[in-house]
């Protein structure tokens, strides 16, 4: 198959990053059958009442290999998968590795209009889905789009199925092709292995394509930082279904490692997650910050004795309030660990677990082996030593750009292959980074920027506030105005003069101040738990709207 990509990594680059053994021409299947192989009746996934050791994954994941070839499946074809967290994300992805074909996760939460473009975006030509989780039928949603899928040759469904697609479960039985020919398809260390979706906070997903050494480039680097080994046992708490936290980092690594993944089916009350880390003797965790954030109480309920196996707890996605971090680290006794980056363009910086505490819980470390970070201008010139300037990258772990959007690809890539970031941040005198902002959501107003970070960073500090996020208003004298949209600690209340009472203690310049606060019972985000700005000042707009309609 030929995909319209670009191509980001050059040859020196490419000599680099095996010279510094950030590639180690390893594939993911190729590494999973060898910690197979060492340690076949040890548990690899536990996800809800199932088991799996490590001779049963393999099986499954053969005989699934064995099958799709039998299917027709070609090198290189893109085969979707649709499901909840389930050990099925990891046996489908390793079975396509295993044949050289590329797996695209899509997390459940996604319906017709997401999955229409995805599906046609790729040319996906099986899809694999569960039948029903949640009150939602997989099977009807995917029977009502069968004629807008020109290029889908297969449905399968787990658990059930309906007219038109077929059960998952019989590519599970023994295919009859054999281990040789397998072998034959494996995907070769420089070739496409897998996708990934951005976050698709202003638009809809993308799809970014990476090789086995990408990924692989990108586990590694977290395998050092957080000293990851086969005797680690992770709770993967976030949703698998896109990006690296919620699957690269908690589910792959012990898979590849020889450790075992716990995974939490789903997220809900987070007291589940906290007794699924203590029940099952974690050893790490990862997580997105608003998750920590709803687990924090509840580990504050427990005796650090509850967590004696617990070390490091891993993070990333978006910011971690340094109050909560310090918290669960108090409490847990572990170290917590945070990951920068994105989905398309890789992780550049990561802390360690071997850093300061003031390092671990205020910045997002230093640059990894390999990687280059650049902070530019608004011209594109290196910003000036000491100034904040917009993260730029080039990394063994970046995605090749985006699937057929050529466009798209060389305005984030641009022509030197550096990844631009859109966020703004600052290098301190030890070379560590510090996220300031976001290029973009930075507000004007009446000539002046103000930074949405600073204010969010002082006033998650509030004990009524659970979640925050500063986000633009419209405003016909100053352009723009902050707005701060809270979730409430539960039993908790919060007026506007109480907010700007508690900013105006620490200090904070006037203009600085937000304009206007809206209570939330949730905050909107991207699958990939970033929140969205752009429907807040949506929001907000239609508000102030409305309101200027009933004056007048």
């Known amino acids: 198959m030929k995909y319209d990509l670009i191509h980001v990594t050059t040859p020196a680059d490419a000599e680099k990053y095996r010279e510094l053994g950030c590639w180690k021409d390893e594939t993911l299947y190729g590494k ?68 050289g074909a590329l797996f695209m996760p899509l997390h459940d939460g996604f319906r017709e209009m997401e999955l229409t473009h995805l599906l046609n975006k790729a040319g996906a030509v099986t899809v694999i889905v569960t039948h029903q989780h949640r009150n939602h039928n997989y099977s009807e949603t995917y029977q009502k789009l069968r004629g807008e899928l020109p290029t889908v040759r297969h449905i399968f469904t787990t658990g059930g199925h309906g007219s038109g697609t077929a059960p998952f479960e019989a590519l599970l039985e023994p295919s009859g092709v054999s281990e040789n020919d397998l072998d034959q398809r494996q995907s070769k260390p420089d070739e496409l292995a897998h996708i990934m979706l951005s976050s698709g906070t202003t638009s ?206 060389r305005a984030a890539f641009g022509e030197d292959g550096f990844y631009r970031s859109g966020d703004l941040g600052k290098f301190d005198a030890d070379g560590y980074l510090s996220i300031v902002g976001r290029v973009k959501d930075m507000i004007l107003r009446g000539g002046r920027n103000i930074s949405p970070r600073l204010i969010e960073e002082m006033l998650i500090a509030h004990p009524a506030i659970a979640e925050i996020a500063v986000a633009a208003m419209p405003s016909r004298t100053l352009g723009e105005q902050a707005c701060a949209f809270v979730v409430l600690t539960k039993g908790h209340q919060l007026s506007f003069e109480e907010a700007v009472a508690f900013l105006t203690e620490k200090k904070i310049a006037k203009w600085q101040l937000p304009e206007r606060l809206e209570i939330m019972d ?18 907000v707009t239609a508000k102030l709207q409305q309101e200027m309609g009933a004056e007048a």
Request: proline share 7%; hydrophobic share 40%; net charge neutral.
């Open 32 to 99: 999973f059958r060898k910690a197979a192989d060492r340690n076949p009746d040890k548990t690899a996934i536990i996800c809800g009442t199932r088991k799996l050791t490590f001779a049963e994954v393999r099986r499954q994941v053969d005989n699934l290999a064995g099958n799709l070839v039998k299917l027709g499946i070609q090198r290189e074809e893109i085969v979707a998968a649709q499901f909840p967290n389930s050990p099925e994300i990891p046996i489908i992805h390793l079975a396509l590795n295993r044949i």
């Open 204 to 409: 809809l997903p993308k799809i970014s394509l990476f090789t086995n050494n990408n990924i692989m480039a990108m586990m590694g680097a977290l395998e050092s930082m957080i000293h990851l080994s086969a005797a680690d046992t992770s709770a993967a708490l976030a949703p698998m279904g896109t990006g690296a936290t919620g699957y690269v980092f908690p589910v792959l690594p012990p898979l590849l490692l020889g450790g075992t993944s716990i995974i939490l089916e789903h997220w809900s009350d987070p007291a589940v997650a906290v007794d699924l880390i203590v029940d099952a003797g974690c050893t790490y965790a990862t997580a997105i910050p608003t998750q920590m954030t709803l687990m924090a109480p509840v580990i504050e309920k427990r005796p650090t004795s509850d967590f004696d196996k617990f070390r490091r707890f891993n993070n990333g996605g978006a910011p971690l309030p340094y109050d909560v971090a310090r918290k669960i680290e108090e409490i847990m006794n572990c170290r917590v660990q945070a990951v920068y980056g994105s989905t398309d363009g890789g992780a550049p910086c990561m802390v360690s677990i071997d850093d300061s505490i003031e390092k671990r819980l205020s910045t997002v470390g230093r640059a990894l082996p390999g990687r280059t970070v650049e902070l530019r201008d608004p011209s594109g010139k290196p910003a000036a030593a000491g100034e904040a300037g917009e993260i730029c990258w080039r990394s063994p772990d970046k995605s090749y750009g985006y699937l057929n959007d050529l466009e798209a690809s």
């Open 522 to 539: 949730e905050l909107p985000k991207s699958t990939g738990g970033k929140i969205a700005k752009n429907k807040l000042t949506e929001l």
